[in-house]
């Protein structure tokens, strides 16, 4: 079984699973990947390099979506 640690979300610490990428948690929160900014840490993350990046205990994370309009 992976272990367990807190990361923080928006401003929420939430549990996550060791071993998981961005991209997972953003699959769980329900959001689609094309109209999103990811922020860890204080660094932008590149869509494509959603799916390899390991998320880490205590990591920041800020997921922004936005919309279009007119």
Not at 18 to 45: D, P, R, S, Y
Request: glycine share 10%; hydrophobic share 45%.
């Amino acid at each position: 079984m992976k272990g367990v640690f807190l990361i923080i979300l928006n401003g929420t610490k939430i549990t996550y699973i060791a071993g998981q990428t961005l991209a997972q948690l953003i699959l769980k929160q329900n959001i689609t990947t094309q109209n999103i900014v990811a922020e860890i840490n204080g660094v932008i993350i590149h869509h494509n390099q959603f799916t390899s990046t390991l998320l880490h205990a205590n990591d920041r994370i800020e997921l922004i979506t936005f919309v279009g309009g007119g």
